[in-house]
């Protein structure tokens, strides 16, 4: 019989900690995405390359290099975004910001597998009316359904990295 570890204890981030980090992710995001359609837009117009923005561009090329290239943007940033920050660091800039941070249960980083299985994850809230997120709000280690799914906490940041 082996003895009991005892369980490590954290300060668990609370739902509205977590809720206002992922509405900062969401501007962020936002803006990049206002960005990338101002510089398509406009940059052709300033005369920084050839084309018309992305509405004209759809509706002159149809399914173009440039068309594919703008959706896998628009799909492939905000997985880039989570899977990136949460796996070199355990925190996306709004977490940052709310000084909270992504661990394995067992209080290890994330690695980038982890990360990408916990974007999956929030897929799935997104899918539930964002019930995966609301049942953070309720449980005692404040774990959402995507952190359930892949076995992560959100804890207060103590700065140690």
Known sequence: ?????PEREFAY?????????????L??????FNLFFLLDRYGAEAGLWAGGGLE???AREGFSAATVLRGVFFLGFPIFYYVYLHGSCGQTFGKMA???RVLNEDGS???YRKALVRWFGYLLCDLTLYFG???AAFDARKQGLHDRICRTIVV??????
Request: net charge neutral.
């Open 1 to 5: 019989m082996t003895p009991e570890r």
């Open 156 to 161: 207060r940041d103590d700065g140690r990295g």
């Open 27 to 32: 501007l962020i995001i936002l803006a990049v």
């Open 13 to 25: 981030a609370g739902f509205w900690a977590r809720a206002a980090a992922r509405v900062i992710d």
């Open 98 to 100: 709310l000084r909270i």
């Open 56 to 58: 004209e561009g759809l």
């Open 109 to 111: 980083p994330v690695d």
């Open 133 to 135: 997120y609301l049942w």
